[in-house]
């Protein structure tokens, strides 16, 4: 059963610490996406790669927050430094990258890392 | 700009029986996706069903049936048989070939016993 897996699940830290997210797409998904989902905001689109290239950042604050696809099995979200207004949970999504009809590309969620910043 | 609009915080069903949740949305794209999401308390977000702009027939997915009526620009999901652990937050989201899912403000089920 091929998952999305997102690492840590849980992350507490105090104002200012970096924070570094990781997650692994499923295997032979060329896209990946990064959310964050706050009450206040719902679920917003930070970022996203297409074959390891990032195609669009522009929901990130781009002074504070990184992501990066170091290879086709890691992506990673970092924050540095944090702020108590980060916490939230993140959420890593993969898809296929369906070419020609993109609006088709379904979208599978890792389970998440809430991140606490004190 | 495209829009998701889910119109009900909060839904009550009764086990076994069916519900309907709301979704419209807003876009001046000739093709998009609509998908439908759950969310339960665990807090994942597991992929329910999808519709495509173009397609003729509402999408089915076991007891998940799109009720797709585009004149309208709507897409409510449509659960049959509501089960207990139906019951979670539920997110309608919209793709216009940007990649770039945007999502509704969700509602949340309620199944009784």
């Known amino acids: 059963d091929a998952r999305v897996t997102q690492t840590p699940r849980h992350k507490v830290t105090e104002m200012g610490q970096e924070v570094t997210m990781r997650c692994q797409p499923i295997?032979?998904?060329?896209?990946v996406f990064w959310y964050r989902q706050t009450m206040m905001q719902g679920l917003e689109l930070l970022a996203y790669?297409?074959?390891?290239?990032?195609?669009?950042d522009s929901g990130m604050p781009k002074d504070r927050f990184s992501a990066e696809m170091p290879d086709a099995t890691l992506a990673t979200l970092k924050i540095q430094p944090s702020e108590p207004r980060d916490s939230a949970v993140y959420f890593c999504a993969s898809g296929l990258g369906v070419t020609g009809t993109t609006y088709t590309d379904t979208q599978y969620f890792g389970p998440g890392t809430r991140l606490t910043v004190l | 700009a495209q829009k998701i609009t889910q119109t009900q915080p909060g839904m009550f069903v009764q086990e076994k029986e069916a519900v309907t949740l709301d979704c419209t949305y807003d876009?001046?794209?000739?093709?998009?996706?609509l998908f439908w999401y759950k969310q339960p308390s665990s807090g994942e977000m597991i992929f329910l069903i999808y519709q495509g702009s173009y397609d003729q027939q509402n999408a089915t997915e076991g007891r998940y049936s799109l009720n797709f009526q585009k004149a309208r620009k709507s897409a409510n999901l449509v659960i049959s048989a509501s089960q207990l652990g139906d019951s979670a937050m539920y997110f309608c989201a919209m793709n216009t070939g940007f990649q770039k899912l945007v999502f509704g403000t969700g509602t949340r089920l309620l199944v009784s016993p």
């Open positions: 295997l032979g998904h060329n896209t």
């Open positions: 790669f297409r074959n390891r290239a990032p195609l669009d």
């Open positions: 876009t001046s794209d000739p093709s998009y996706g």
